[in-house]
Each structure stands twice: as C-alpha cells, then as structure tokens.
C-alpha cells in the first residue's frame, strides 16, 4: 500500500465497488430517514435534517483524525502517501464541515426561528471548519510540495491536540451564555427507528470519504508521479 | 571554542534578542500603539454609550490584544531568518526547542507585557468596574505568553512564504479561541463582582501546555521550513 | 402517506430539501471534480509523452 503505483491500481481497482455500496447505503439511509422513521412529536417533520446533519457533523471530526494519524507516519516515517492521503483528505472534510454548518442553520431556522445561534455545536464546527481551511490555505500557499505535505503534517497535528480543547471551551462558555442548543437527540431515548437511519447514513458517509479520497489520491499521484516510470508505462498503455 | 551550556545558551539567546528588541524602538511600539488604535475605534463605532461600553470592554481588550500579538508574531524570526542566524541555530547543538523558547519569551517581554502597562488605562477610558482590574492584569499576563507560543507554531511553518501574513492569520487565529473565551469571561465575571478562579486556573492550564508542548511543534516547523 | 403530503414535510419541505439536495450536490462535486481532474491528468501526461517523443525522434 505505500507505494504509489501499488495504490493507484489498488484505488481503481476498488472504486466502482466502493461507488455501489455507497449508492445502497445511501438509499436505504435516505429512505429510512425520510419515510420509515416517524415524525418527531416536538418537531414534526423538521427533524429530518438529522439525518444528514448529524452524520456530517461527525464525519468532519472523523477526516481531522484521519488528517492528524497521517500527519504523525509523515513526520514519523516519512511516508509519501501518507502526505498526499492528508491533504487528498482536506477538501473532502472541509466539505462536510460546511454541510454540518448549513444543515445545522437550516434545521435551526424552524427550531429557533432564526438561521443562526452561537450554539455550542455550530460554533465548534465553524472554528473547525478554519482549521480544515488553514490546511488548506497553508497546502496552497507552499509551492514545493514536499515542504507543503511536512508542513501541513505539523499543522495537523497541531490542530488534533486543540480540537479537544477548542471543544470544551466553547462548550463551557455555552453553557455560560444559556443558549438554545441541538442537543436534544443524543440522549439514548431516541427510538431505533431514529437512530438506525442515522447510523446506515453515518456508514454510508464514511463509505463515501473513501471513494472521494481514492478519487483524490488517484489525480494527485499522477500529477506528483509524473516523471517516473510507472506513470509513463500507464499512459503509454 | 568554549562550548555553552545550556542554560548558558538559553539566556545568551534570551539576552541577545532583548537587546535587538529594545534597540528597534518602532518594534517595541507598534504592537502597543496598535493595541491603543483598535480600543479607540470601538466607542467610535458602538457609540460612548458608558453602560454598553463597560459591559463589552473584557472583550473589545481581549480581542485588540490578540490582534495585535498576532501582528507582532513576525517578528520573532525574521529578521534571524533572513540573515541567516536562524539556520545556524538550528545546526547548534543545542535541541532546539529550546532555544526556541527563549526566543519566543525575549519576543513575548518586548511585544506581551507592555500591554500590561496599557491595559489599565484602557480599561479606566472603557469604564471597567475597579473591581476587575487585578484580573485583567492577571489574564493578560497569563494569556498573552499563550498566544506567543502558539503564534510561534504559525510563524515557523509560514516563514519561508513571500506572503505568510494572510495564511498566518488563518492558522493561528482558531488556535486562540480557548485563550479568548476564558480571559475574557475572567475580567467579565470579575467585573460584577463574581469570583474568577476557574477562569484563571484554566489559562495557566493553558500556559503549561503551551509552554511543554508548542516549543517542540515550533521546533520541528522550523527544521521544515529551513530544510 | 401521499406523495404530495411526503412532499410538504408538515410544512417543512423548504428546510428539509434543501438541507438534502445541498448534500446530495456537495457530495456529487466532490466525487466530479477529482474525476475531471484524473481524466485531465490522463490526457495531458499523453499529449507530453507524445511530444518528447517526437522531440527525441527528431533530435536522433
């Protein structure tokens, strides 16, 4: 798996698979979420969002811990496909950092009345929505890649040992400010019918990185690789 | 050659960018004058409103502080990295967080804790209860080492970059959250007379982490950025 | 259940949709565009290839 070529057929050779477990995840879990589970009794139907809220809210924490495992065999072992596997993975967990916030806002508009309250969640998930983009800037900003993949390494890291912390102080001055909070659904009385939905979507997320990480890593070797044999062989062929 | 210790290096190092800092008066100034701008700019934006004013001041402090030790973070290894002196330290053999620290803490004495001199009087133009003066002192001057150890991390990784300053302001802007949220909520809970020891346990919490941890990420950034 | 009652969401269906399809369309761009980017990748490393080679003929 370390070597490029290796992974670049590895990755094609699984990506209609991975598409096609991801279809049906996605499908049962839509279907779960949108007919089978019963309205909320508070909420009515506007709960649904959940369904899609939750499980990106969770894969954007996810990809972080993904970004800084692959920031420690960087730093560690020197590994160039961990490199291109962290910062292949950026884009994709900045995007579910910001379908975490819109969904978030969407559902808080019928609940709260307004599209945006600096609850506990939403504001955590904004300031890790920025680092996700610091990666990002800091990756773009570096014109000798090599550098860019050890620098974003550090700042990875960096960023996982203050997530927790970043976590808990916003929580803790939420808690100060009293205000509304989505928190609701995460106490276990939630019924099975609400929460199997949101773990097959959960699934079928995680499902879905994977796939777009392939897709990723693939273009990006190509591009990094383009100069050795292998690369010139596949085109060739 | 006599071979330093390291303690010899540590305050060698220490005293050396003391004295480049103290030298470059405009240096020494410009984060402090900064910091004065931006606290005038509030009443003249919200209105001199004395009430409005004294229930925002901890935060319009707390934020010009960190924006302006966030403006002053170049500083820390500039001008060593573009003669030179920066790779040489990185070649010593010294480890190199720290040395790293004592250039972060010869920064934080020259750019940090002269806030602390202004900050009351800002506070007194702001009208901030009396009562909260001793913890706004406190928080600054456990907070403000925070932010140049953190900061030091962002330096590091973006130092090689023509235009770092932008992309600094995005790494380490997040990072300063934990940092701002209890400050901040120190001077406010003291400002009414409630008690700030949690507050305050939590920023010196902070200080300790930063102080063991951010040195050896600074550290490593640098090896990188030279490399 | 009627299709138009599923529809309507309990009045809701202007949040709930629009929470769905900005998924749906975020998760299609991020599988479309690496896509692109792969096919571009492919195509441009051919045409290189090609024309070292023609340079290489020619030279020799």
């Given at each position: 798996m370390?070597?490029?070529?290796h992974?670049?057929?590895f990755?094609g050779?699984?990506?209609p698979?991975?598409t096609?477990?991801?279809?049906?995840?996605?499908?049962v879990?839509?279907?779960?979420g949108?007919v089978?589970?019963?309205?909320?009794y508070q909420?009515g139907e506007s709960?649904?969002?959940?369904?899609?809220?939750?499980?990106a809210?969770?894969m954007s924490m996810f990809?972080?811990?993904?970004?800084a495992?692959?920031g420690?065999?960087?730093?560690v072992w020197r590994?160039?496909m961990a490199?291109?596997v962290l910062?292949s993975?950026a884009?994709?967990?900045?995007s579910f950092?910001?379908?975490?916030?819109v969904?978030?806002?969407?559902?808080?508009?019928?609940?709260?009345?307004?599209?945006?309250?600096?609850?506990?969640?939403?504001?955590s998930?904004?300031?890790?929505?920025?680092?996700?983009?610091?990666?990002?800037g800091?990756?773009?900003?570096i014109d000798?890649?090599r550098?860019?993949g050890?620098?974003v390494?550090?700042?990875?890291?960096v960023?996982?040992?203050n997530?927790?912390?970043i976590?808990?102080?916003?929580d803790w001055?939420?808690?100060?400010?009293?205000?509304?909070?989505?928190t609701?659904?995460?106490?276990?009385s939630m019924?099975?019918?609400?929460?199997?939905?949101?773990?097959i979507m959960a699934l079928?997320?995680?499902i879905y990185?994977?796939l777009?990480?392939?897709q990723?890593v693939?273009?990006?070797?190509?591009?990094r690789?383009r100069n050795?044999?292998?690369?010139?062989e596949?085109?060739?062929s | 050659?006599k071979?330093l210790?390291?303690s010899?290096a540590f305050?060698?190092?220490l005293?050396?960018?003391?004295?480049?800092g103290?030298?470059n008066?405009s240096?020494?100034?410009n984060?402090?004058?900064?910091?004065?701008l931006v606290i005038?700019?509030?009443p003249?934006?919200?209105?001199?409103e004395p009430?409005?004013?004294?229930?925002?001041?901890p935060g319009?402090?707390w934020v010009?502080a960190?924006?302006?030790?966030?403006?002053?973070?170049?500083?820390?290894f500039r001008?060593d990295?573009?003669?030179?002196?920066?790779e040489?330290m990185?070649?010593?053999?010294h480890?190199?967080p720290?040395?790293?620290?004592?250039?972060?803490?010869?920064h934080?004495?020259?750019t940090?804790?002269?806030?602390?001199?202004?900050?009351?009087?800002?506070?007194m133009m702001?009208?901030l209860?009396?009562?909260?003066?001793?913890?706004l002192?406190?928080?600054?001057?456990?907070g403000t080492?925070?932010l140049s150890?953190?900061?030091?991390?962002?330096v590091?990784?973006?130092?090689?970059l023509r235009?770092?300053?932008?992309?600094?302001?995005?790494l380490v802007?997040?990072l300063?959250?934990?940092?701002?949220?209890?400050?901040?909520?120190?001077?406010?809970?003291s400002?009414?007379?409630?008690?700030a020891g949690?507050?305050?346990?939590?920023?010196m919490?902070?200080?300790?982490?930063a102080l063991s941890?951010?040195?050896?990420?600074?550290?490593?950034?640098?090896?990188?950025?030279?490399? | 259940m009627?299709?138009s009652e599923f529809?309507?969401m309990?009045?809701y269906a202007?949040?709930?949709?629009?929470?769905?399809?900005?998924t749906?369309?975020v998760?299609?761009?991020n599988?479309w565009l690496?896509?692109?980017?792969h096919?571009q990748n492919?195509?441009?490393l051919?045409?290189?290839y090609?024309?070292?080679?023609?340079?290489?003929d020619?030279?020799?």
């Amino acid at each position: 798996m370390g070597s490029p070529p290796h992974f670049y057929r590895f990755a094609g050779r699984w990506l209609p698979w991975l598409t096609g477990i991801f279809a049906i995840f996605l499908i049962v879990g839509l279907y779960g979420g949108l007919v089978m589970a019963p309205p909320d009794y508070q909420q009515g139907e506007s709960y649904r969002i959940i369904f899609v809220h939750v499980p990106a809210a969770w894969m954007s924490m996810f990809i972080y811990m993904v970004m800084a495992s692959c920031g420690i065999i960087v730093l560690v072992w020197r590994m160039k496909m961990a490199e291109i596997v962290l910062i292949s993975s950026a884009p994709v967990g900045a995007s579910f950092t910001f379908l975490a916030l819109v969904t978030g806002s969407l559902w808080g508009k019928p609940m709260w009345g307004t599209y945006w309250v600096w609850d506990a969640r939403l504001t955590s998930e904004l300031i890790l929505l920025f680092l996700y983009l610091g990666v990002l800037g800091l990756y773009g900003a570096i014109d000798d890649k090599r550098v860019a993949g050890r620098a974003v390494a550090i700042l990875a890291i960096v960023g996982m040992v203050n997530i927790p912390i970043i976590h808990y102080s916003v929580d803790w001055w939420n808690s100060l400010h009293q205000t509304a909070s989505l928190t609701k659904f995460e106490k276990p009385s939630m019924p099975p019918s609400m929460y199997v939905p949101i773990l097959i979507m959960a699934l079928a997320f995680k499902i879905y990185f994977v796939l777009a990480l392939f897709q990723r890593v693939r273009a990006e070797l190509l591009y990094r690789e383009r100069n050795s044999r292998w690369v010139e062989e596949l085109v060739q062929s | 050659m006599k071979r330093l210790s390291l303690s010899q290096a540590f305050w060698f190092l220490l005293r050396r960018d003391l004295l480049l800092g103290f030298r470059n008066r405009s240096e020494l100034a410009n984060p402090l004058l900064f910091f004065v701008l931006v606290i005038t700019l509030f009443p003249l934006a919200v209105g001199a409103e004395p009430n409005l004013l004294a229930r925002i001041s901890p935060g319009i402090i707390w934020v010009a502080a960190l924006l302006a030790s966030m403006l002053s973070l170049d500083a820390i290894f500039r001008s060593d990295f573009e003669d030179g002196t920066l790779e040489q330290m990185l070649l010593s053999a010294h480890p190199v967080p720290v040395l790293v620290l004592a250039k972060v803490t010869a920064h934080w004495l020259v750019t940090g804790l002269p806030l602390l001199m202004v900050a009351p009087m800002l506070a007194m133009m702001l009208g901030l209860d009396e009562s909260a003066y001793g913890i706004l002192l406190l928080t600054i001057l456990l907070g403000t080492p925070v932010l140049s150890l953190i900061g030091s991390i962002g330096v590091a990784l973006t130092i090689g970059l023509r235009k770092g300053g932008i992309i600094l302001s995005l790494l380490v802007l997040p990072l300063y959250v934990p940092v701002l949220i209890f400050a901040a909520s120190a001077v406010d809970v003291s400002s009414v007379g409630l008690d700030a020891g949690a507050q305050i346990k939590m920023l010196m919490a902070f200080l300790f982490l930063a102080l063991s941890l951010s040195p050896v990420a600074t550290a490593a950034a640098l090896r990188m950025s030279m490399s | 259940m009627s299709l138009s009652e599923f529809l309507n969401m309990g009045g809701y269906a202007v949040f709930v949709w629009s929470s769905y399809g900005l998924t749906l369309g975020v998760l299609l761009i991020n599988w479309w565009l690496p896509f692109q980017q792969h096919k571009q990748n492919l195509k441009k490393l051919k045409r290189q290839y090609r024309q070292d080679r023609k340079r290489n003929d020619s030279s020799s």
